[in-house]
Each structure stands twice: as structure tokens, then as C-alpha cells.
């Protein structure tokens, strides 16, 4: 597994590096069947009990998002989803990469747009909607 960033400033949820049993272990609380530990993963922990794995893999365009999965019990809370996924992108949009992903239209208000069999955008024209109406660009 890959550590994507330390443990997130007053929140008790974190990604954090974890060894490739405990990846598995939490493919197999969020339901995902034929999962493997290849590429790079990053775990969602709340304390010290994983409850999310996203995986990621390098391409010559960028770095596609290849699965984004919570646990069952903690998927029921849309929260926790939207807290990863924007940890995820947070992480990634401090590079210079293109980030990837299956489309999805939930995926417009981050900036994504479709190309071709995916959705494209720039790490830097990430974009973090709030529901509170201060939506803008973070400058890398």
C-alpha cells in the first residue's frame, strides 16, 4: 500500500499506509471480490479500523482512478464517501498530473470532463464544491 498523506488535521479518519493483508481484509468489508493489492492504494482508516481503499495506477496520460470503495457499513453514510474521494483529490491535485477516472456525472462539479472512455481533469483545474456556496480554486 501506498501512504498518501498523514493523518488528516481534526478529523479521526486518515489514510495511511497499511501492508497488503489488511488492504485485503478491507476489499472484503467493502464488498469487492477479485481485488488485488497491485498499483497504488490508498486506505481510508476511522481509528484504527480501515473502512475505505481507493486504487490508483500510473498511465503515460496520467493517473487513473481504477476503483473507490467503503465499507458497506460506512457506505450508508454519503459523507464518508465524499470525505475520501475529496481527500483523494486533494493529494493528487497538488501534482502536475492528469487524474482519470471511469465517467461518472457526479465527477462535473470537481472540473472532470468527458475524453473519450473516461473523465479528465488537470490536477491544478481541480475544483472543491461546497454546499455553503464558497466553491473556488484552490492555486497550486
Same mark, same amino acid.
Given at each position: 500500500a501506498y501512504e498518501i498523506c498523514?493523518? $488528516? &488535521?481534526?478529523?479521526?479518519?486518515?489514510?495511511?499506509?497499511?501492508?497488503?493483508?489488511? $488492504?485485503?481484509? @478491507?476489499?472484503?468489508?467493502?464488498?469487492?471480490?477479485?481485488?488485488?493489492? #497491485?498499483? @497504488?492504494?490508498a486506505v481510508l482508516f476511522d481509528d484504527d479500523e480501515g473502512v475505505g481503499v481507493c486504487k490508483m495506477v500510473l498511465r503515460d496520460e496520467g493517473i487513473l482512478i481504477v476503483s473507490f470503495d467503503v465499507a458497506k457499513d460506512k457506505a450508508e453514510d454519503p459523507s464518508v464517501s465524499d470525505f475520501f474521494f475529496r481527500t483523494i483529490l486533494f493529494k493528487l491535485?497538488?501534482?502536475?498530473?492528469? @487524474?482519470l477516472i471511469a465517467p461518472d456525472d457526479r465527477l462535473e462539479k470537481f472540473?472532470?470532463?468527458? %475524453?473519450?472512455? $473516461?473523465?479528465? &481533469?488537470?490536477?491544478?483545474?481541480?475544483?472543491?464544491?461546497? #454546499?455553503?456556496?464558497?466553491?473556488? %480554486?484552490?492555486?497550486?
Open positions: 498523514a493523518c $488528516l &488535521v481534526g478529523s479521526e479518519m486518515c489514510i495511511r499506509d497499511s501492508d497488503d493483508d489488511e $488492504l485485503m481484509r @478491507i476489499y472484503d468489508r467493502a464488498g469487492v471480490t477479485g481485488a488485488n493489492t #497491485s498499483g @497504488i492504494n491535485s497538488m501534482s502536475e498530473v492528469n @487524474i472540473g472532470f470532463k468527458k %475524453q473519450g472512455d $473516461l473523465m479528465v &481533469v488537470a490536477a491544478r483545474d481541480v475544483v472543491f464544491p461546497s #454546499s455553503c456556496g464558497g466553491n473556488h %480554486q484552490i492555486d497550486n
